[in-house]
C-alpha cells in the first residue's frame, strides 16, 4: 500500500511523538520546518479555547514558510487526541480540528469509528498508537489509516513488546503506514526501524532536550545527565504503564524501585504525590536517552539525526 500523499514528502522519515505539556507550536513548527512530522497533545493547549489559536499559529507560520522556501516545503502538523473517557475536551477539541483541517490525527487510549469518520470527513488521516497486534487489528478493524507501534523502552505510556516481535506481527497482515516508538534517539535507529518493516521512527524523549520544548530546565538537565538505567516502568501515576525518570520520583518522596500498582479504571492525568504532578513533576522519559548529550534547538536535533541516518546507510552499503 502506499503511503498518503501527506506523508510522502518528509525530509527524514521521522514523527516526532506528542509530548503530553511539553509540545507546543514552538516545537511543533520547529520540526515540521526541518522536514518531520511536528505534533502536540490537543490538551496541551489550556483552557480549551487556546487550541484554536495554537492551531492558527501553526497553520499560518508553515504557510508563510512554505511560501518563501518553496524548494524545500514544511513537513505535516499532527494533533494527538485522547480517546479515553476522561477527556471531556474530546468534542470541543474535534471542532477545532475540523476547522483547521489538520492533516494528521493520532489517536491513543481508544480507537473509535467516529473520530476516524470525522477525520476523514475533512481530507485528515488518522494513526493510532499501540502496544499489541490485538489493539493493532482493532484499530484498522475501526479504520484508523496507519498505526504507531509502541514498543519497550518508549516514553511514557509504553509496551512490553520488542520492536522485532511487534512490527513482525503486525507486517504480517497490515501494508499500510507504520511508525515504530521506543528507545530511537539516532539516526542509526531510524534506520533500523525501516529496516525491520516500519516506515517512520516515532521519537519523542530526545526532544524533550531541545530549546522549544515546554520543559523545565531541570527536566531536560535530567535527560542528559540520565541512561537507560534511570528509567523505570510503572503503572501507579496514571493507572497505564509508562516510562518515567528515577530522579523526579525520588524528588517526590517515592522508591523508583518499590512502586505499588494502580488500578488502570482509575486513570488520571494528573494524580498528586504530596505536592508534586505527574507528568509535570514525575517525567515520562523513554530509555534511549544516552544518545542525549546536551540541549539543543529541535533544528539541530533533527540535523543530526539525518546526518547519522545517511552514515548508517553508507555503513550498510
Given at each position: 500500500m502506499?503511503?498518503?500523499?501527506?506523508?510522502?514528502?518528509?525530509?527524514?522519515?521521522?514523527?516526532?511523538?506528542?509530548?503530553?505539556?511539553?509540545?507546543?507550536?514552538?516545537?511543533?513548527?520547529?520540526?515540521?520546518?526541518?522536514?518531520?512530522?511536528?505534533?502536540?497533545?490537543?490538551?496541551n493547549?489550556?483552557?480549551?479555547?487556546?487550541?484554536?489559536?495554537?492551531?492558527?499559529?501553526?497553520?499560518e507560520?508553515?504557510?508563510?514558510?512554505?511560501?518563501?522556501?518553496?524548494?524545500?516545503?514544511?513537513?505535516?502538523?499532527?494533533?494527538?487526541?485522547?480517546?479515553?473517557?476522561?477527556?471531556?475536551?474530546?468534542?470541543?477539541?474535534?471542532?477545532?480540528?475540523?476547522?483547521?483541517?489538520?492533516?494528521?490525527?493520532?489517536?491513543?487510549?481508544?480507537?473509535?469509528?467516529?473520530?476516524?469518520?470525522?477525520?476523514?470527513?475533512?481530507?485528515?488521516?488518522?494513526?493510532?498508537?499501540?502496544?499489541?497486534?490485538?489493539?493493532a487489528?482493532?484499530?484498522?478493524?475501526?479504520?484508523?489509516?496507519?498505526?504507531i507501534?509502541?514498543?519497550?523502552?518508549?516514553?511514557?505510556?509504553?509496551?512490553?513488546?520488542?520492536?522485532?516481535?511487534?512490527?513482525?506481527?503486525?507486517?504480517?497482515?497490515?501494508?499500510?503506514?507504520?511508525?515504530?516508538?521506543?528507545?530511537?534517539a539516532?539516526?542509526?535507529?531510524?534506520?533500523?526501524?525501516?529496516?525491520?518493516?516500519?516506515?517512520?521512527?516515532?521519537?519523542?524523549?530526545?526532544?524533550?532536550?531541545t530549546?522549544?520544548?515546554?520543559?523545565?530546565?531541570?527536566?531536560k538537565?535530567?535527560?542528559?545527565?540520565?541512561?537507560?538505567?534511570?528509567?523505570?516502568?510503572?503503572?501507579?501515576?496514571?493507572?497505564?504503564?509508562?516510562?518515567?525518570?528515577?530522579?523526579?520520583?525520588?524528588?517526590?518522596?517515592?522508591?523508583?524501585?518499590?512502586?505499588?500498582?494502580?488500578?488502570?479504571?482509575?486513570?488520571?492525568?494528573?494524580?498528586?504525590?504530596?505536592?508534586?504532578?505527574?507528568?509535570?513533576?514525575?517525567?515520562?522519559?523513554?530509555?534511549?536517552?544516552?544518545?542525549?548529550?546536551?540541549?539543543?534547538?529541535?533544528?539541530?536535533?533533527?540535523?543530526?539525526?539525518?546526518?547519522?541516518?545517511?552514515?548508517?546507510?553508507?555503513?550498510?552499503?
Amino acid at each position: 500500500m502506499a503511503l498518503p500523499s501527506v506523508l510522502q514528502k518528509l525530509a527524514l522519515p521521522v514523527i516526532g511523538a506528542p509530548l503530553f505539556i511539553i509540545s507546543n507550536p514552538k516545537l511543533v513548527i520547529a520540526q515540521c520546518q526541518a522536514g518531520i512530522v511536528g505534533a502536540m497533545p490537543a490538551l496541551n493547549a489550556r483552557p480549551a479555547s487556546q487550541l484554536d489559536d495554537w492551531l492558527a499559529e501553526i497553520t499560518e507560520t508553515l504557510a508563510a514558510y512554505d511560501r518563501a522556501h518553496p524548494e524545500r516545503p514544511s513537513a505535516p502538523f499532527a494533533i494527538n487526541q485522547i480517546v479515553h473517557k476522561s477527556n471531556d475536551r474530546l468534542e470541543h477539541d474535534m471542532a477545532v480540528c475540523a476547522k483547521y483541517k489538520v492533516p494528521i490525527v493520532i489517536s491513543s487510549l481508544g480507537a473509535r469509528t467516529d473520530i476516524n469518520d470525522a477525520v476523514h470527513a475533512w481530507g485528515g488521516v488518522v494513526l493510532h498508537d499501540i502496544i499489541n497486534d490485538t489493539f493493532a487489528h482493532k484499530a484498522i478493524d475501526k479504520g484508523a489509516d496507519g498505526l504507531i507501534a509502541v514498543a519497550a523502552g518508549a516514553g511514557g505510556h509504553a509496551g512490553v513488546k520488542s520492536p522485532f516481535a511487534l512490527i513482525q506481527e503486525i507486517r504480517a497482515w497490515f501494508d499500510g503506514p507504520l511508525a515504530l516508538s521506543g528507545a530511537i534517539a539516532t539516526g542509526g535507529a531510524v534506520l533500523a526501524a525501516r529496516a525491520i518493516g516500519a516506515d517512520f521512527a516515532y521519537i519523542g524523549s530526545a526532544f524533550i532536550a531541545t530549546d522549544e520544548a515546554r520543559a523545565s530546565d531541570a527536566y531536560k538537565q535530567c535527560i542528559v545527565d540520565s541512561n537507560s538505567d534511570d528509567i523505570v516502568y510503572s503503572s501507579l501515576f496514571t493507572g497505564v504503564h509508562g516510562n518515567y525518570l528515577k530522579p523526579s520520583i525520588r524528588a517526590a518522596g517515592l522508591d523508583p524501585d518499590n512502586l505499588e500498582h494502580s488500578d488502570p479504571s482509575k486513570m488520571s492525568f494528573g494524580s498528586d504525590y504530596g505536592a508534586r504532578k505527574a507528568w509535570k513533576d514525575i517525567w515520562g522519559c523513554g530509555q534511549g536517552i544516552a544518545a542525549i548529550k546536551a540541549v539543543v534547538p529541535a533544528a539541530e536535533l533533527i540535523a543530526r539525526l539525518a546526518r547519522e541516518y545517511d552514515e548508517a546507510r553508507r555503513r550498510l552499503a
